[in-house]
């Protein structure tokens, strides 16, 4: 479920379409229950001046306010013209 919600978020809002994780170090910090309703954030960190590669900071809360899971992403971005 949390790990879900990442690789949706970075495929689809930030930074978007053709975005694919090319490394990951996240940490698992509190667990989730089924029913917990939970919200995943990215903030971007830097981005590469000549490629299309991105690093986020990670973090999922819980909707008590608990931090979940927290880290480093960095994500790849591909060309309009060469997705799909």
């Not at 053709?18 to 698992?28: A, E, K, N």
């Not at 910090?29 to 986020?56: N, Q, R, W």
Request: charged fraction near 20%; glycine fraction near 8%; include cysteine.
């Amino acid at each position: 479920l949390t790990t879900g919600l990442l690789h949706a978020l970075v495929a689809e809002d930030l930074p978007g379409p053709g975005t694919v994780f090319l490394s990951q170090d996240w940490r698992f910090t509190a667990p989730v229950f089924i029913g917990d309703t939970v919200t995943a954030e990215a903030k971007v960190l830097s981005v590469h001046e000549s490629k299309p590669v991105t690093e986020l900071a990670i973090t999922v809360t819980r909707a008590d306010g608990e931090t979940v899971l927290e880290g480093v992403a960095w994500c790849y971005t591909f060309s309009p013209d060469s997705v799909g």
